[in-house]
């Protein structure tokens, strides 16, 4: 069911890779609810992946750029206001990467180098994209901007790694931006706390799986969707959350919330007493 949510609206989506891609199902829905955009992603994602595809579905410019880049960010941003008419009214920031993950690198022995990357990539391009907005003045007022992070930014998580730390900041940036951007524009900032989900990017956390099955065990509404996640952002590029700004916002199923699930102490109570007898089928009851 569409709803014309975002008729008339124009944004820049980042980091649609595939159809796994958070962005490629916030882009599939954005021109459901009668949005115009460009997307963007670097030259050699866009040549690897299917962003053109989704370009295509779309009716959408795909607009290479390394986000990373303020020369690239400009050109993107200069010629997404051409290219779709007027000003932007939505931003979304879906990248993520660690090289030091993809190298197995723990986090007591992280390459310094490398670290510098994942911060860059993956939190300090989301105050590029806003500040090259900024310079350009290429948000009408209302515009929202979205980045999306995950709850390692307030907890622990074995094998998140230096990842953890970027979205930490990337929180950050979001609340820093948020005022200022609020004060002079009423330009929206925040940050979606989604689930863990299945995509390119997130397969590569080390035990990923195990993370997505303990997530669904403790969150009482299970863990959020990517295509849930896509619903949520467009509500926030909406109309409907104009006073919703410097928020980190949880969609995960209430996970966030949560100590302890009945569902994970069973799991948890079954490896504890029966860890000598896989085949075990005894049922543990709670209060």
Request: glycine residues 10%; contains cysteine; hydrophobic residues 35%.
């Amino acid at each position: 069911m569409t709803y014309n949510l975002l008729k008339g609206k124009r944004g820049i989506i980042f980091g649609a890779l595939n159809e796994d891609s958070i962005a490629w199902k916030v882009a599939m829905r954005a021109k459901e609810e009668g949005a115009t955009f460009t997307l963007t992603n670097t030259a050699v994602a866009i040549r690897m992946g299917d962003t053109n595809k989704l370009g295509e579905l779309c009716n959408a410019e795909v607009i290479p750029a390394d986000a990373t880049n303020v020369e690239d960010l400009e050109n993107l941003i200069t010629k997404s206001m051409e290219v779709l008419g007027g000003k932007i009214d939505f931003v979304l920031h879906s990248i993520g990467m660690s090289p030091n993950v993809r190298k197995g690198k723990h986090y007591s022995d992280l390459d310094y180098g490398l670290l510098d990357k994942t911060l860059d990539i993956s939190a300090i391009s989301f105050h590029k994209v806003i500040q090259s907005c900024r310079k350009l003045d290429a948000l009408n007022e209302w515009a929202s901007v979205i980045g999306l992070s995950y709850v390692a930014a307030q907890r622990s998580f074995v094998g998140y790694n230096d990842m953890a730390d970027a979205k930490a900041l990337l929180e950050s940036i979001a609340r820093s931006f948020g005022y200022i951007y609020g004060r002079e524009r009423n330009v929206r900032i925040n940050t979606i706390s989604q689930s863990p989900t299945y995509t390119t990017a997130g397969g590569g956390i080390k035990g990923f799986d195990g993370l997505l099955d303990f997530s669904e065990r403790m969150s009482p509404l299970g863990n959020a969707s990517g295509d849930e996640c896509a619903d949520y952002c467009i509500v926030m590029f909406s109309d409907l959350t104009r006073k919703v700004t410097m928020q980190n916002l949880f969609h995960d199923g209430g996970f966030s919330n949560m100590g302890m699930s009945l569902r994970a102490m069973h799991t948890y109570n079954k490896g504890m007493c029966c860890d000598c007898d896989p085949e075990c089928d005894h049922e543990h009851k709670y209060d």
